[in-house]
């Protein structure tokens, strides 16, 4: 059974939040298995073993926090084999304009460079989904959306 893993990091709950609405959208698209992490508890070798993996982390200055950064930095050692995998992220912030899509966008520049797949979406968060402090119903449908389409995108790369 294909595998997604969510990755985050959450110092006062919002983006841990964010990450299990997804993982209960990955969930409803039967025959895709997920595991949600922080990031403190995941090691790099995990992304050699899943099919899809979904970084999330707060908005720190417009950007990923250190300890996000600091796992992507790490996966340099797979560089090469994670070519092809489905890849996705989110981020929370405090403000609607507080940086969260380059946020979002910083951590897909890795995975784009690592060769990974990443799909854009026409409608609603069109990066990847946002929150602003605890997500709100916007958001949570939001989420719980995207860990749908990208495990519809898991099955359909892995079939
Ligand atoms: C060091 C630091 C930098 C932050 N920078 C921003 C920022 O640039 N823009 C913003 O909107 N919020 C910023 N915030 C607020 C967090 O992104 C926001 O509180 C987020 O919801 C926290 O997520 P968490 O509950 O998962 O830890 C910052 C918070 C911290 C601690």
Do not use: W
């Not at 070519?83 to 969260?100: D, P």
């Amino acid at each position: 059974m294909p595998k997604v893993l969510i990755v985050y990091y959450s110092r006062t709950g919002n983006t841990k939040r964010m990450a299990e609405l997804i993982a209960e959208g990955v969930r409803r698209e039967k025959n895709v298995d997920v595991e949600v992490k922080p990031v403190q508890e995941t090691k790099v070798e995990e992304l050699l073993n899943v099919d899809g993996v979904i970084i999330g982390s707060p908005t720190y200055y417009g950007s990923m926090a250190a300890e996000i950064k600091k796992f992507l930095d790490d996966s340099v050692k797979f560089h090469g084999k994670l070519e092809g995998k489905v890849g996705g992220a989110f981020s929370s912030s405090a403000n609607i304009a507080g940086g969260n899509e380059t946020t979002i966008m910083s951590i897909l520049q890795s995975l784009l460079i690592h060769g990974m797949i990443i799909q854009g979406s026409s409608k609603g968060d069109h990066y990847g989904p946002v929150a602003i402090g605890e997500p709100d119903e916007r958001s949570k449908n939001l989420c719980i959306e995207y860990g749908q389409r990208i495990a519809k995108l898991v099955l359909k790369i892995s079939s």
